[in-house]
């Protein structure tokens, strides 16, 4: 079975810093994917970030960068120059293959985050 | 491009009622996820559809729960008879080949009292 560990229950950082969120997963499975949701206080799911197992680059969406570390089985979601509204509930996710196509993800017990002034 | 969308967005009703949530998926997507959150299990995948039909619903708590996907652009989840421990965020999600993201819709809040 396919596992997804944040460490971090809750992270504070100040405007304008970059920070780490912690992501391990475990699985037996060659073929993965790692996904990085945010919600917000007001509830919504939002997707911010994919990595491919077989992806050799790190994925990159705008301020959200993937470090994905395969050997260690990590992959973590680092936010650059972080905003007040940056402040949410951040999940790491894994596609696990269904069958008849399709994924099920996995997700992590999430980190909150708190940006402050 | 309109997201996924659910209705409503809060449900309050009282035990032993029936509770109907809806979705529609982003046009074109052909596979959709109906998950439930709750703070003590997390999210969980409870059923999907694959161009329409259900594949996998051996995460639907109890006969109590029922989906069913008529087309492609509607989804319900139903639950008869509802019971207090049935509240939670229930999210409708698409996505539109296996590998891609799954899309999330806003959420139904439910509370069973």
């Known amino acids: 079975a396919q596992k997804i560990t944040q460490t971090q229950p809750g992270m504070f950082v100040q405007e304008k810093e970059a920070v780490t969120l912690d992501c391990t997963y475990d699985?037996?499975?060659?073929?993965?994917?790692l996904f990085w949701y945010k919600q917000p206080s007001s509830g919504e799911m939002i997707f911010l970030i994919y990595?491919?197992?077989?992806?050799?680059q790190n994925a990159t969406e705008g301020r959200y960068s993937l470090n994905f570390q395969k050997a260690r089985k990590s992959a973590n979601l680092v936010i650059s120059a972080s905003q007040l509204g940056d402040s949410a509930m951040y999940f790491c996710?894994?596609?696990?293959?269904?069958?008849?196509?399709?994924?099920?993800?996995?997700f992590g017990t999430g980190t909150q985050l708190k940006v402050e002034l | 491009d309109a997201g996924v969308i659910q209705s409503p967005r809060h449900e309050v009703t009282e035990m032993g009622q029936e509770v109907t949530l809806r979705c529609k998926p982003i046009?074109?997507?052909?596979?959709l996820f109906w998950y439930r959150q709750t703070m003590m299990r997390g999210l969980e995948l409870l059923i999907y559809?694959?161009?329409?039909?259900?594949?996998?619903d051996s995460g639907m708590p109890e006969d109590r729960f029922s989906a069913k996907m008529p087309n492609a652009s509607f989804s319900t989840l139903k639950i008869q008879p509802s019971e207090p421990r049935d509240s939670a965020v229930y999210f409708c999600?698409?996505?539109?080949?296996?590998?891609?993201?799954?899309?999330f819709g806003d959420g139904t809040r439910l509370s069973i009292l």
């Open positions: 990595q491919g197992s077989y992806d050799e």
């Open positions: 559809f694959n161009n329409n039909v259900p594949i996998d």
């Open positions: 999600a698409s996505s539109p080949e296996r590998n891609q993201p799954q899309h």
């Open positions: 046009s074109g997507h052909d596979y």
């Open positions: 996710a894994m596609r696990e293959a269904l069958t008849g196509g399709g994924n099920k993800l996995t």
């Open positions: 699985t037996s499975d060659q073929s993965y994917g």
